[in-house]
């Protein structure tokens, strides 16, 4: 009995010893085999913080902050954890309803999955941020996100400095190798995106505990897995802001650009586009409405005409023209032509302003007259060069010319977007007169005096004034003149903006009688009523006859004209002579960069030139009916917007709006894109496009 | 049973080894809720004085508990004996009492009020009882526990409070009832029984993993192994086919359709959800007797967070743990229930496996030297007791850890003298120090 229980007792040790090596057996199997639960520990436990560095700095020419930064807050989600949260308090703290709330956080899952965070109000105003900030305990699942956020001190050069966005899908799809996150910004345009690897710097880290509610309850191993935020590089840039606020304040009321270059070394001075907007509106958590208003006004303030608008240069063009045949050696400074008050040589003649009297004796009168006649013959003898075998080879070379004078082609100058305008190749030229070369010098004459299809881009214009300026070469135009703490990696940016481009082989002396001619312009031409104080300047009017309306004033000049330092062109579109409407807007410009300031009669001359109004009525007309329309769409109208907020600028040709024919008659149904039948069409009411047939009538006013 | 009768002469030795394991199994488990329960901007000084955290509620109850077990240790072990039938008696109206005057704490109607912030729970204390009744009722010299009839009241005695237990929805605790079958099977219960009991859970547990189909398959190959093995005997004597195939035919009738039966219609929705969830499955709760089904809702997933978040505290600490105070999930209070039930997680991610395996060590020497103990005694009664206590003492360990580490689903069962607790520690306080006090009086008859 005794043995029997003996046995027993080991039976009932046996069973204890059995049961706890299967325990020890699990715990080896749990604590020493598997790896995976430390890693889930972690991802329970350790909360990644993204701390994001400030963005770099931009700076004036004068070390002038005009974009730099200020603090503002998102309100994240993570949607997993905010099942709890109470959503009556929250809309009601928001001022938005249930459904819209469940449209956001629905939002946020599609975008960012439940588990990770999503922004479901960004850019808290500080109120609102002050209220949450109280209340953050009651939202579990929210938090509120420091941001970073742009500001422009002087609300001015949006199209310059650009604008930061939220990135989307299709963004990070063509960025995975950059690190970005769902959530970040990005420049969308200008300099911001341009340098967005300068001014991002580099994103820091900072690793917390986390409770089972996602509280954080401190930093992780005392913050030695961190890295730190290293800040974006600041940008110094060759912008004089003055200059820059007195260009917008000058073309207020009109469509147009104007555009001042540094000749000695290609930097830009001032870049104006008009419409424009005020940068901090699209900084703040109106953003999302200001940007949709900005998107579907007809006037595209979003578009930057300086780099983007393309028109023809009409007269300004004629000093090139020249400066093409004395390259090519067909003709001499002293060439002269007798000009009668038209071109008749190839039928249908081409008027010109002054007849007889000799105005276009030489070069320099024919520049400083702007004899129409001179140059379509220049231009013809460039074509019809007996060098070349046909007219075509004739064109070829002088097209070239135009593309090493950056016509034609983009300059490249740090501004995303930037386009080539247009210089006619050939194969347009045979699809226009039905057949390959079946068209002469006497087709396309007046590309001799800046019309028909060749068009250039304000920027371009300019630049061509930095080639006379510098009598013969220049430098890329670009607007950063260098990089904080420049490394090698850095020549990606700047290297090209440090090349000389030599584009001629004339001598100092046959630029000199251009630029004489183009003194005389300023003297007893068409720019005689227009004076740079203290300084001898050159210049070129352009009046462009286009296809929109009344014609383009184009004005470029230069001065001082022995030490040229400045370089202006200046397009205001649809109004009328270049002298009258573009060029007071370019000496006012160089009267303020060369003298610092303006006089008291130059300075009463820019406020009463400001308040001209030269925008189109075509354009007015689509305001009035847009704010009648408005209080009664109210609602409507901002929905719409907020399906459209997200598109960019670039795309806004996409946009589709209902064609109006009596409020925008300048607009043409482009059936190449649309072919269906319903009225959508294109909006691109304001610029050039190359659809404008075969002219009708090529005269060019001086 | 060579019984030798000393004289009467007390030996007042107290086992000095189980009261030094006693009190470092309450430290640990008073450190381990001070790990759970510490929170960095607390004065850890003040807030033990104070009495607002469980740590040092944990600590007040472990002084209650040493003045009760000197109270235990220095009172006369006949009463243990003279009163165990009364203490039972009064341990089930007691628990008949809690469905009158009990309250509803944590999902189960077992609880009684007592006031100021204390309650008790009387299926908590009748285990005591119980093991006291048991041993009486064994211990008595008319008793012949190889008799069906002395097994039947055995178990009854051992079941009752189980079966108010689980009227009171306290399955866990119920199931700590099971353990006076280990005490039983030493007193003479047939090994058998144990047997078939576990043949039977083992083939629940196969009914859950593999397919219905599967398992009926392999039992019939089994049996018709069985019956190739035993060709000769059954030429000779055709019973014994008749009883494989009679225990084939009860198998697979348990597997097919006892099982499914118990778990759809007898457990509860939640409770068959975490038994299949411990094994990795889902449970369909539309099958489920007790579910009120709603057809548009979806059935939610396995209800596995405690023991996934389980699980990954005692797996993150690795061989040699994060180190005190420095475990994520223990700060973070991911795990559910941590101080009680849980409280071992807190411990496997501070300690890791060495610290584990240490702790787990302490708690074997304590099963193995109560196992000596009882063998050392020379009453019956003594031994009894004594048997009941380890048996007690070896369940909750053994179901509180398996289920922390995810072999056992879980029922709220605490961990002995370490999960935080007043009525837990008061009742194992008392346990074993009547085994102390009984086993310092062992050279006493005691009949």
């Known amino acids: 009995m005794s043995v029997y229980h003996h046995n027993k007792k080991r039976v009932i040790q046996t069973m204890f010893v059995i049961v706890f090596i299967i325990i020890i057996g699990q715990l080896i199997n749990l604590q020493i085999f598997s790896t995976k639960y430390r890693i889930m520990a972690d991802n329970n436990a350790i909360y990644r913080k993204v701390i994001y560095p400030d963005r770099g700095i931009i700076y004036d020419r004068k070390k002038r902050a005009i974009l730099e930064n200020t603090i503002m807050f998102d309100l994240m989600v993570i949607p997993a954890d905010a099942k709890n949260t109470d959503k009556v308090e929250l809309c009601k703290l928001l001022n938005i309803d249930t459904t819209e709330y469940r449209k956001r956080i629905v939002t946020a899952i599609i975008k960012n999955t439940s588990v990770k965070s999503s922004v479901f109000e960004p850019l808290l105003s500080p109120e609102l941020y002050a209220k949450l900030n109280e209340n953050i305990y009651k939202f579990p699942g929210f938090m509120l996100q420091e941001r970073s956020i742009r500001s422009y001190p002087y609300n001015t050069a949006a199209a310059i400095l650009g604008y930061i966005g939220e990135v989307d899908t299709g963004f990070l799809r063509r960025h995975r190798a950059d690190g970005y996150e769902m959530g970040d910004y990005t420049g969308l345009n200008g300099l911001e995106r341009t340098y967005e690897k300068v001014l991002m710097g580099q994103r820091g880290i900072k690793r917390f505990i986390r409770d089972n509610r996602g509280r954080l309850q401190g930093s992780f191993e005392n913050g030695d897995f961190d890295t730190t935020a290293i800040a974006g590089r600041n940008l110094y840039t060759s912008i004089d802001i003055e200059v820059q606020q007195l260009a917008e304040k000058l073309l207020q009321n009109k469509i147009g650009s104007a555009v001042a270059i540094n000749p000695k070394t290609g930097s830009v001075i001032a870049m104006a586009t008009s419409p424009s907007y005020n940068p901090n509106s699209l900084t703040g958590s109106s953003r999302r409405k200001n940007f949709g208003k900005l998107l579907l006004d007809t006037a595209r303030p979003l578009l930057n005409r300086a780099i983007k608008g393309q028109y023809p240069p009409g007269s300004t063009f004629k000093p090139l023209g020249g400066l093409v045949a004395l390259d090519e050696g067909i003709i001499t400074p002293s060439y002269g032509f007798n000009c009668m008050g038209a071109y008749v040589n190839c039928g249908k003649p081409v008027r010109c302003t002054h007849a007889g009297g000799g105005h276009a004796s030489d070069l320099r009168k024919a520049i400083a007259y702007s004899c129409n006649s001179y140059f379509v013959h220049v231009f013809r003898m460039a074509v019809d060069n007996p060098a070349f075998a046909n007219p075509q080879q004739g064109y070829l070379k002088w097209k070239e010319y135009m593309n090493t004078f950056g016509l034609g082609v983009p300059l490249g100058i740090d501004l995303p977007g930037e386009v080539k305008a247009s210089i006619p190749d050939t194969s347009r030229y045979n699809k226009d007169f039905g057949g390959f070369a079946r068209w002469k010098s006497c087709n396309i004459l007046t590309l001799g005096i800046g019309q028909d299809r060749m068009t250039a881009t304000p920027l371009q214009l300019a630049n061509l004034m930095c080639i006379i300026a510098n009598r013969g070469y220049y430098y890329t135009p670009h607007l950063v003149d260098s990089i904080e703490n420049e490394t090698i990696d850095d020549t990606v940016y700047m290297a090209k903006y440090r090349v000389k481009h030599d584009v001629t082989h004339i001598a100092d002396s046959t630029y000199r009688i251009i630029q004489d001619g183009m003194e005389d312009v300023t003297i007893f031409g068409t720019a005689a009523r227009l004076t740079v104080p203290g300084h001898k300047y050159c210049a070129k009017t352009g009046t462009a006859q286009n296809p929109h309306g009344k014609n383009h004033a184009v004005f470029t000049a230069f001065a001082p004209k022995d030490n040229p330092r400045i370089a202006v062109s200046v397009v205001v579109e649809n109004s009328g002579y270049g002298g009258t409407w573009a060029g007071p807007v370019a000496t006012l410009l160089m009267e303020k960069y060369l003298n610092d300031t303006l006089t008291e009669a130059s300075e009463k001359r820019a406020e009463e030139f400001s308040k001209i109004d030269l925008i189109p009525a075509a354009i007015k007309q689509w305001y009035y009916r847009k704010d009648s329309i408005r209080i009664a769409r109210e609602r409507e109208k901002e929905k719409e917007m907020e399906q459209r907020h997200d598109l960019d600028a670039d795309t806004t040709e996409n946009i589709k709006t209902t064609f109006d024919p009596e409020a925008e008659p300048n607009k043409k149904e482009d059936n190449n894109k649309n072919n269906n039948e319903n009225k959508i069409i294109k909006q691109t009411p304001m610029l050039n496009n190359s659809n404008n047939k075969k002219k009708k009538k090529d005269t060019t006013l001086p | ?447």
């Not at chain 2, 008696?89 to 009158?100: D, E, H, K, N, R």
């Not at chain 2, 237990?165 to 058998?192: D, K, N, W």
């Not at chain 2, 047997?195 to 049996?223: C, Q, R």
Request: glycine share 6%.
């Open chain 2, 1 to 447: 049973m060579n019984y030798q009768y000393h004289s009467m002469r007390a030996s007042q030795k107290t086992d000095y080894l189980i009261v030094g394991l006693y009190a470092i199994l309450v430290a640990i488990g008073i450190f381990c809720i001070f790990m759970v329960e510490y929170n960095p901007d607390i004065n850890i000084f003040q807030s033990f004085i104070q009495g607002n955290t469980n740590y040092s509620k944990q600590l007040y109850f472990a002084g209650l508990c040493t003045i009760v077990a000197t109270f235990i240790l220095l009172s006369d072990s006949k009463i243990f004996t003279a009163f165990a039938n009364l203490f039972y008696a009064f341990g089930i109206l007691l628990m008949l009492a809690t469905f009158v005057i009990g309250d509803n704490i944590n999902g189960s109607k077992s609880w009684i009020r007592l006031g100021g912030g204390f309650n008790l729970q009387p299926a908590e204390l009748c285990k005591i009882f119980t093991a006291l009744a048991l041993a009486k009722f064994l211990s008595r010299q008319e008793t012949d526990f190889t008799k069906i009839r002395s097994q039947i009241i055995g178990a009854l005695i051992a079941l009752s409070p189980a079966v108010l237990s689980v009227a009171q929805s306290e399955t866990g605790l119920a199931l700590v009832y099971l353990s006076f079958f280990i005490v039983m099977y030493r007193e003479g219960l047939p090994a058998t029984i144990l047997i078939i009991g576990f043949s039977f859970a083992a083939l629940v547990v196969a009914t859950l993993l593999l397919e219905p189909n599967v398992l009926a398959l392999i039992l019939t190959v089994i049996a018709l192994i069985f019956i190739y093995i035993l060709r000769k005997q059954i030429k000779k004597q055709t019973k014994i086919l008749t009883f494989i195939i009679l225990i084939w035919a009860a198998c697979v009738g348990i597997q097919k359709f006892a099982v499914p039966y118990i778990f759809n219609n007898v457990l509860k929705c939640y409770q068959s959800t975490r038994i299949y969830s411990m094994i990795g499955k889902d449970y369909d709760c539309s099958k489920n007797k007790h579910a009120n089904v709603n057809p548009a809702k979806p059935i939610k997933k396995p209800d596995d967070y405690n023991v996934r978040q389980s699980k990954i505290a005692i797996g993150s600490g690795g061989l040699l743990g994060k180190g005190v105070l420095k475990g994520t999930q223990t700060r973070g209070k991911y795990v559910p229930e941590q101080h009680t039930d849980f409280i071992f997680t807190s411990l496997g991610e501070a300690f890791g496996f060495v610290g584990s395996f240490i702790f787990l060590m302490i708690y074997l020497l304590l099963l193995f030297r109560i196992v000596r103990i009882a063998e050392r005694q020379r009453s019956a009664f003594s031994r009894v007791y004594a048997y009941s206590v380890v048996s007690i003492l070896f369940f909750h360990i053994a179901v509180n850890i398996c289920m922390t580490i995810g072999l056992f689903p879980i029922i709220g069962i605490p961990l002995p003298l370490v999960s935080y607790g007043g009525s837990s520690l008061l009742t194992f306080t008392v346990l074993i120090f009547i085994l102390l006090k009984l086993d310092a009086d062992r050279q006493m008859v005691l009949r």
